[in-house]
C-alpha cells in the first residue's frame, strides 16, 4: 500500500503514541464487552453521516429560544465538513488502523466487531462533527446542562477509537478542526442580523391562522 509523505509521516511519529492510547481505551472491553461494544456503537451510530446532529441543529435552530445555538452549530457543522471531508481526509488519504492485520489495531478491531468506513482515517469525521456542534452549544448553553454536550463530543472521539475505526491521532485531529469550526460558526452566528433570531415562526404561523378563521 503506497501512502502519502504525510499519512507516512502520522503512522511513524505518532505510532507509540496511538498504540499507548488504543490499548489504554481498550481496557473497557477488559472491564465488559457485553456493555460497552454496544454502548460505544451506539455512540458512534450518532455521528454516522452527521445525520443526528444535523437534525439536531436545524430543530434548535427552528426554536426562538435556541436559534443562537442552532444558528452556530449548523454553520460550525457545514465548515467543518468541507474543510475535513472535502480537503484533509482526500490529501492526507490515511488508511484505516484496521488495513494492517499484523497491528494490535487490528486484533482490537476483530474482538469488538470488525466494523468498516469507506473514507480515510485522519481526521476523524465523526468526532470532527460532534465537535463543530457541541463547542457552540457547550458556550452558549447554561453551564448547568451544556458540559454534557463537551461530554458528548468527547465519548465520539472515544467510540472511534475503541472500534478501532481511527487512531487516536485521528480523534484529536477531529476534536481540533470541529472545535475551530464550531468556533467559526459562533462568530459568523453573531453577526447575523437580529431579525434572523427575533423571527418566531410559530407565532407567526398562528397569526397567519387567525387571520384565516376570521
Known amino acids: 500500500m503506497v501512502l502519502t509523505a504525510a499519512a507516512q509521516w502520522l503512522n511513524n511519529t505518532f505510532a507509540g503514541f496511538d498504540a499507548a492510547v488504543t490499548t489504554a ?6 472491564i465488559s464487552p457485553a456493555f460497552f461494544t454496544p454502548f460505544m456503537e451506539f455512540v458512534s451510530v450518532l455521528g454516522k453521516g452527521g445525520i443526528f446532529l444535523i ?3 436545524l430543530t434548535l435552530t427552528f426554536f426562538k429560544k435556541t436559534r443562537r445555538y442552532g444558528t452556530a452549530m449548523c454553520i460550525g ?5 468541507a474543510f ?3 480537503y484533509l481526509k482526500v490529501v492526507i488519504a490515511r488508511p484505516r488502523p484496521y488495513l494492517d492485520e499484523n497491528s494490535v489495531f487490528y486484533q482490537f478491531w476483530t474482538m469488538v466487531g470488525r466494523h468498516t468506513e469507506s473514507d480515510k482515517s485522519f481526521p476523524s469525521g465523526h468526532t470532527n462533527a460532534a465537535f463543530a456542534t457541541m463547542i457552540p452549544l457547550f458556550i452558549l448553553g447554561r453551564k448547568r446542562w451544556s458540559w454534557t454536550a463537551l461530554a458528548f463530543a468527547i465519548l ?4 472511534r477509537i475503541y472500534l478501532c475505526v481511527h487512531y487516536p491521532t485521528d480523534v484529536i485531529g477531529g476534536a481540533i478542526t470541529g472545535t475551530l469550526g ?7 452566528a453573531a453577526r447575523l442580523p437580529r431579525k434572523w433570531y427575533a423571527w418566531d415562526l410559530l407565532h407567526r404561523k398562528g397569526r397567519h391562522e387567525d387571520v384565516r378563521a376570521r
Open 25 to 30: 481505551v481498550h481496557r473497557l472491553y477488559d
Open 55 to 57: 437534525i439536531l441543529s
Open 77 to 81: 457543522l457545514a465548515i467543518a465538513f
Open 84 to 86: 475535513v471531508n472535502l
Open 156 to 159: 465520539m472521539g472515544v467510540s
Open 182 to 188: 464550531g468556533l467559526v460558526g459562533l462568530l459568523i
